[in-house]
Structure formats: structure tokens, C-alpha cells
Nanobody, 120 residues
Framework: QVRLVESGGGLVQPGGSLRLSCAAS????????MGWYRQAPGKQRDLVAR???????NYADSVKGRFTISRDNAENTVYLQMNSLKPEDTAVYYC??????????????WGQGTQVTVSS
């Protein structure tokens, strides 16, 4: 499987911004799509945003207009720019990547999660 290294979480005040990064660290032949999910305490893990290899994106309704997902195909890295953060955005954010290894084996990998806390 592919190891995903996440960074960028932390504590921010309401209305503030954070940028999450997720880098895939293994030889990859191709990536189908990359995405971010989040899980708040006592709740299920939900999609925040995904981006395909061609750049097509989709977002959860709750983050549209505030979050932007982007990717660097050359570095196998996906970013999530989060603006106008709200307390309800507080959660552990997980990166997910699906694709094909150099060996042509398919993979579907998750990062370890990074905590985002929005509080005054």
C-alpha cells in the first residue's frame, strides 16, 4: 500500500484559515483521484472534497465556497485550503488516494489523520 503523509492541522479561531497537505510516498504509476474526509467525535467519516486526475472536483455542501482542493500531479500531493473556518469544521481530517502502483496493482490508501480544531 501507499503511505500518505499529512500535515497542516492545528488550532484556529473561527473565521481563520488552514491548509492541509497530503503526500504519497511510494512509486505510483497513476492516481485516479485524491480526497479529504473528516470525522468528528461520535460521527461517521464523511467526504469533504475529492479531485480526479483531470482536475474535476466535488465538495460537500457544507464546505462549498470555503474550501478548495488542489493537487500537484508531479509530486503526488493533494492540498485542502480551508477558509472561513467554523467550529463545526472541527474534526480529524483524513487523506485518501486511489490509483495504481508501478507494479500495476491497484491501491486505496488512507492517511493517519490530522486534527483540525476551530475554537475561540
Amino acid at each position: 500500500q501507499v503511505r500518505l503523509v499529512e500535515s497542516g492541522g492545528g488550532l484556529v479561531q473561527p473565521g481563520g484559515s488552514l491548509r492541509l497537505s497530503c503526500a504519497a510516498s511510494r512509486s505510483i504509476f497513476s492516481i485516479y483521484d485524491m480526497g479529504w474526509y473528516r470525522q468528528a467525535p461520535g460521527k461517521q467519516r464523511d467526504l469533504v472534497a475529492r479531485i480526479t486526475s483531470s482536475g474535476r472536483t466535488n465538495y460537500a455542501d457544507s464546505v462549498k465556497g470555503r474550501f478548495t482542493i488542489s493537487r500537484d500531479n508531479a509530486e503526488n500531493t493533494v492540498y485542502l485550503q480551508m477558509n472561513s473556518l467554523k467550529p463545526e469544521d472541527t474534526a480529524v481530517y483524513y487523506c485518501n488516494t486511489r490509483g495504481k502502483l508501478v507494479s500495476r496493482q491497484d491501491f486505496d490508501s488512507w492517511g493517519q489523520g490530522t486534527q483540525v480544531t476551530v475554537s475561540s
